[in-house]
């Protein structure tokens, strides 16, 4: 489309097809500046454009996030890129590392760009890299629509390690059956002098030694694993399918263990200041300490003084060197239920930085006033000396300011913990003014045996001492990106979007079947949402509302450019309080020395430029160790299930497609799936406007919230699955016949021989299996 040239005389304003149709043209996002300078558009068709664009966004042509607008699906200018293929002309192909089918459909094939002689030290990708890639307009054949990158890192070489279970063949060592979803039907071959003491069943680790056009991969067994039961091998699983690295380099290790002590040289010392830590009970490393006191000030009565003090990682990690380039690498500590995979070693991260009690450590500390009804007065940042006062639990916090104080606590409550909850009295005042989303999600926690099984599932009490902790450091979050931008620093912002309109139209499709409205998009803040959240308190659809509007959410994310933070309703907002597991806070923290001269090591001109690629990396690890935590989680589960096949539960229908439902367990939270095909003897199709599947002859009718009972017909341990059948009724409903219809309703084998109804706990007196007519 010719650009229109820029004249005195008055432009057009071009038509709607003509913008979106240049919107789809660009890579990328673009904005209303973009768009008025290529239509040369000027005076009031700047104002008639920007009513036209709220337009083409109400009405979900185009997607508006981070300020700007782009095609839906469309690819940011840098993304991370699994190379899994070639084309017919011999080109690599890759598909972006994350992306949301639901939302955009299939992910898009991306040209890899390999020049034909590269320079000296210019990454060179090949199959199965996971690459760092930036996308152009083009550089193929004119007709060739797919997007083209350049690739600017290699994050990581395609593996010949991985893991699987062992199916031993007698005579011929054996096979090995991948964990990996993406590599199921690709079996290797395991020779038997290359199968070591692996025995069938096992879980082993092996490396792909030898490939062929002809037959499977010939792989050695490195490591056996142990059993598909223990919580080590789950853990594995999770790590390896991911491709998390769980093991230091020995450089790394060797930089750690050359680490000594800091002194306190040039820093402000804060060692009498009775800072304390308020942690989970088993926590390892501790990197923040807080205290609180009553602002003296004439001009601020009923105000405080807060101090917020965050180990200082970045005297020991510094840029460029072993632990600073595996940390990058690593992005985050992972947490599992019995384990943690940290970012920097133990060394560094339980010992040098972790504030420990009554022991001298180096920290940033963020020193804020604030008013009596919580708003900032004032904010600084200092280069300290500090030493921990105590190491305190929340629940042990929370009880001694309650009156139940201990030993350690009995001489704090007074002097230090007090002031800190009349602080968070404050605080809270604040924030329910600023109003953020406020989802209501218990949070489940595994508990495991001495075995490594899990024992049960519990929901742990949320206290007062959680949120006093959450304020203050969300407080630190925001003083740290308030003072980069102060100082024109580069910062790595915390980024959250407001929703997709796609989200949002299923959401309100949602929310009819409850008779609830959803504002116009456009006038969407997370206070309406808390309003949606308030109408189903108390209600047995509070919960799944709850999960409803949490999946309408973008996701937050980590970038140099900022858009502010969606969810917490604030304008600019950084992770500054987490340096020991979060390497987005290593570069606050370093971007901080910067700007306010506290040292030699604070960030350098070659990390300020890249930011970009430095956050989408940690962006990709940080989901990747959510999908890790997340599907372990759904592993020990199953396993825990896997011997209750035939018992009977009470659920919660969570989703739905036209293959069938989804449920949430009452009592676990686990998530399983009950196949359409098994509900009854009717046809139920799916009604997506009702949110719920419709029985063709009958009008029975199962929606989205619903109350059931099911169960357990197969637990997959090994994919984290449970597959369900039905055994209560759906609603009452109308058959195809229209109003009136005759509903018919059906017989339901229970598998109980005295033919009551079947009841959360039960126990069928033959198994599901062994109805008549199911084989």
């Given at each position: 489309?010719?650009?229109?040239?820029?004249?005195?005389?008055?432009?057009?304003?071009?038509?709607?097809?003509?913008?979106?149709?240049?919107?789809?043209?660009?890579?990328?996002?673009?904005?209303?500046?973009?768009?008025t300078r290529h239509f040369g558009l000027h005076g009031a068709d700047k104002t008639a454009l920007k009513a036209l664009?709220?337009?083409?966004?109400?009405?979900?042509?185009?997607?508006?996030?981070?300020?700007?607008?782009?095609?839906?699906?469309?690819?940011?200018?840098?993304?991370?890129?699994?190379?899994?293929?070639?084309?017919?002309?011999?080109?690599?192909?890759?598909?972006?590392?994350?992306?949301?089918?639901?939302?955009?459909?299939?992910?898009?094939?991306?040209?890899?760009?390999?020049?034909?002689?590269?320079?000296?030290?210019?990454?060179?990708?090949?199959?199965?890299?996971?690459?760092?890639?930036?996308?152009?307009?083009?550089?193929?054949?004119?007709?060739?629509?797919?997007?083209?990158?350049?690739?600017?890192?290699?994050?990581?070489?395609?593996?010949?390690?991985?893991?699987?279970?062992?199916?031993?063949?007698?005579?011929?060592?054996?096979?090995?059956?991948?964990?990996?979803?993406?590599?199921?039907?690709?079996?290797?071959?395991?020779?038997?002098?290359?199968?070591?003491?692996?025995?069938?069943?096992?879980?082993?680790?092996?490396?792909?030694?030898?490939?062929?056009?002809?037959?499977?991969?010939?792989?050695?067994?490195?490591?056996?694993?142990?059993?598909?039961?223990?919580?080590?091998?789950?853990?594995?699983?999770?790590?390896?399918?991911?491709?998390?690295?769980?093991?230091?380099?020995?450089?790394?290790?060797?930089?750690?263990?050359?680490?000594?002590?800091?002194?306190?040289?040039?820093?402000?010392?804060?060692?009498?200041?009775?800072?304390?830590?308020?942690?989970?009970?088993?926590?390892?490393?501790?990197?923040?300490?807080?205290?609180?006191?009553?602002?003296?000030?004439?001009?601020?009565?009923?105000?405080?003084?807060?101090?917020?003090?965050?180990?200082?990682?970045?005297?020991?990690?510094?840029?460029?060197t072993a632990l600073d380039r595996e940390a990058a690498v690593r992005g985050n500590s992972v947490y599992f239920p019995?384990?943690?995979?940290?970012?920097?070693?133990?060394?560094?991260?339980?010992?040098?930085?972790?504030?420990?009690?009554?022991?001298?450590?180096?920290?940033?500390?963020?020193?804020?006033?604030?008013?009596?009804?919580?708003?900032?007065?004032?904010?600084?940042?200092?280069?300290?000396?500090?030493?921990?006062?105590?190491?305190?639990?929340?629940?042990?916090?929370?009880?001694?300011?309650?009156?139940?104080?201990?030993?350690?606590?009995?001489?704090?409550?007074?002097?230090?913990?007090?002031?800190?909850?009349?602080?968070?009295?404050?605080?809270?005042?604040?924030?329910?003014?600023?109003?953020?989303?406020?989802?209501?999600?218990?949070?489940?926690?595994?508990?495991?045996?001495?075995?490594?099984?899990?024992?049960?599932?519990?929901?742990?009490?949320?206290?007062?001492?959680?949120?006093?902790?959450?304020?203050?450091?969300?407080?630190?979050?925001?003083?740290?990106?308030?003072?980069?931008?102060?100082?024109?620093?580069?910062?790595?912002?915390?980024?959250?979007?407001?929703?997709?309109?796609?989200?949002?139209?299923?959401?309100?499709?949602?929310?009819?079947?409850?008779?609830?409205?959803?504002?116009?998009?456009?006038?969407?803040?997370?206070?309406?949402?808390?309003?949606?959240?308030?109408?189903?308190?108390?209600?047995?659809?509070?919960?799944?509302?709850?999960?409803?509007?949490?999946?309408?959410?973008?996701?937050?994310?980590?970038?140099?450019?900022?858009?502010?933070?969606?969810?917490?309703?604030?304008?600019?907002?950084?992770?500054?309080?987490?340096?020991?597991?979060?390497?987005?806070?290593?570069?606050?923290?370093?971007?901080?020395i910067r700007a306010l001269g506290f040292g030699q090591d604070g960030l350098t001109d070659g990390q300020a430029a890249?930011?970009?690629?430095?956050?989408?990396?940690?962006?990709?690890?940080?989901?990747?160790?959510?999908?890790?935590?997340?599907?372990?989680?759904?592993?020990?589960?199953?396993?825990?299930?896997?011997?209750?096949?035939?018992?009977?539960?009470?659920?919660?229908?969570?989703?739905?497609?036209?293959?069938?439902?989804?449920?949430?367990?009452?009592?676990?939270?686990?998530?399983?799936?009950?196949?359409?095909?098994?509900?009854?003897?009717?046809?139920?199709?799916?009604?997506?406007?009702?949110?719920?599947?419709?029985?063709?002859?009958?009008?029975?009718?199962?929606?989205?919230?619903?109350?059931?009972?099911?169960?357990?017909?197969?637990?997959?341990?090994?994919?984290?699955?449970?597959?369900?059948?039905?055994?209560?009724?759906?609603?009452?409903?109308?058959?195809?016949?229209?109003?009136?219809?005759?509903?018919?309703?059906?017989?339901?084998?229970?598998?109980?021989?005295?033919?009551?109804?079947?009841?959360?706990?039960?126990?069928?007196?033959?198994?599901?299996?062994?109805?008549?007519?199911?084989?």
């Amino acid at each position: 489309m010719p650009r229109r040239a820029k004249t005195g005389s008055p432009s057009t304003l071009p038509s709607r097809d003509e913008v979106l149709a240049f919107i789809a043209s660009q890579a990328g996002r673009v904005g209303k500046r973009e768009i008025t300078r290529h239509f040369g558009l000027h005076g009031a068709d700047k104002t008639a454009l920007k009513a036209l664009l709220k337009d083409i966004v109400d009405e979900g042509l185009v997607a508006k996030g981070r300020g700007k607008l782009s095609k839906h699906g469309a690819l940011p200018p840098v993304v991370l890129v699994d190379i899994l293929t070639r084309d017919a002309d011999g080109d690599l192909v890759g598909t972006p590392a994350e992306w949301d089918e639901d939302e955009h459909g299939a992910p898009p094939a991306i040209v890899i760009a390999v020049p034909h002689r590269p320079r000296p030290g210019d990454p060179v990708p090949g199959l199965g890299d996971r690459a760092l890639v930036r996308l152009s307009d083009g550089g193929g054949p004119s007709d060739d629509p797919r997007p083209v990158g350049r690739v600017m890192k290699i994050l990581e070489r395609g593996r010949t390690r991985t893991i699987g279970v062992f199916r031993a063949v007698p005579g011929h060592g054996g096979r090995l059956l991948p964990i990996d979803k993406k590599n199921v039907g690709r079996e290797l071959s395991i020779p038997e002098e290359a199968a070591g003491d692996a025995r069938d069943g096992d879980l082993v680790a092996v490396d792909i030694v030898r490939t062929s056009r002809f037959g499977p991969p010939v792989a050695k067994v490195r490591e056996r694993l142990g059993n598909l039961t223990s919580e080590r091998a789950v853990s594995l699983i999770a790590l390896e399918v991911h491709g998390i690295p769980y093991v230091f380099r020995a450089d790394t290790l060797a930089e750690a263990e050359r680490a000594e002590p800091v002194s306190v040289g040039q820093r402000e010392d804060w060692r009498k200041l009775p800072l304390v830590t308020i942690d989970p009970p088993d926590a390892k490393d501790h990197d923040d300490a807080v205290h609180a006191e009553p602002d003296p000030a004439e001009d601020n009565a009923g105000g405080f003084i807060l101090t917020i003090a965050i180990a200082d990682v970045a005297a020991y990690v510094r840029p460029g060197t072993a632990l600073d380039r595996e940390a990058a690498v690593r992005g985050n500590s992972v947490y599992f239920p019995d384990r943690v995979v940290p970012m920097l070693p133990e060394r560094i991260s339980n010992d040098l930085c972790s504030l420990k009690p009554r022991e001298d450590r180096p920290a940033l500390a963020c020193r804020v006033v604030i008013r009596a009804d919580g708003r900032r007065k004032t904010h600084s940042f200092h280069r300290i000396m500090m030493r921990s006062a105590a190491k305190l639990a929340y629940a042990q916090a929370q009880a001694a300011v309650d009156g139940h104080p201990d030993g350690t606590t009995d001489g704090l409550v007074a002097p230090v913990l007090k002031p800190l909850w009349d602080a968070y009295a404050a605080l809270k005042r604040a924030r329910d003014d600023r109003e953020p989303l406020d989802l209501d999600l218990p949070e489940r926690k595994i508990v495991l045996t001495a075995e490594g099984t899990v024992d049960r599932v519990v929901i742990p009490q949320r206290l007062d001492a959680h949120r006093l902790i959450e304020e203050m450091m969300i407080l630190a979050n925001v003083c740290a990106a308030e003072t980069l931008e102060k100082h024109r620093t580069p910062c790595m912002y915390r980024i959250h979007d407001a929703p997709s309109m796609e989200k949002l139209n299923a959401l309100k499709e949602f929310l009819k079947t409850l008779d609830i409205a959803l504002p116009k998009a456009a006038l969407l803040r997370p206070l309406n949402f808390n309003q949606i959240l308030a109408r189903a308190k108390g209600t047995e659809s509070a919960e799944l509302v709850n999960q409803v509007v949490l999946r309408s959410q973008s996701q937050a994310q980590y970038d140099p450019e900022n858009i502010g933070h969606f969810g917490l309703n604030l304008r600019r907002y950084a992770h500054f309080t987490s340096p020991i597991r979060r390497y987005a806070d290593l570069i606050v923290h370093r971007g901080l020395i910067r700007a306010l001269g506290f040292g030699q090591d604070g960030l350098t001109d070659g990390q300020a430029a890249a930011l970009s690629e430095i956050a989408a990396e940690i962006s990709a690890a940080e989901r990747r160790a959510m999908a890790a935590e997340r599907e372990t989680v759904d592993r020990l589960i199953a396993a825990h299930l896997s011997e209750r096949v035939g018992d009977v539960f009470g659920a919660r229908i969570s989703g739905m497609t036209r293959s069938g439902l989804f449920v949430k367990l009452d009592d676990t939270g686990a998530d399983g799936f009950v196949p359409a095909s098994t509900i009854g003897g009717d046809y139920f199709r799916y009604e997506e406007g009702l949110q719920a599947l419709v029985g063709t002859k009958t009008g029975e009718t199962y929606r989205l919230g619903d109350t059931v009972t099911v169960r357990l017909v197969e637990a997959a341990p090994v994919a984290g699955a449970l597959r369900f059948e039905l055994m209560s009724d759906g609603r009452s409903g109308l058959a195809a016949g229209g109003r009136g219809a005759h509903i018919v309703r059906k017989k339901r084998d229970d598998g109980f021989s005295d033919g009551r109804r079947a009841r959360p706990g039960d126990k069928p007196s033959r198994p599901p299996w062994k109805k008549k007519g199911r084989k």
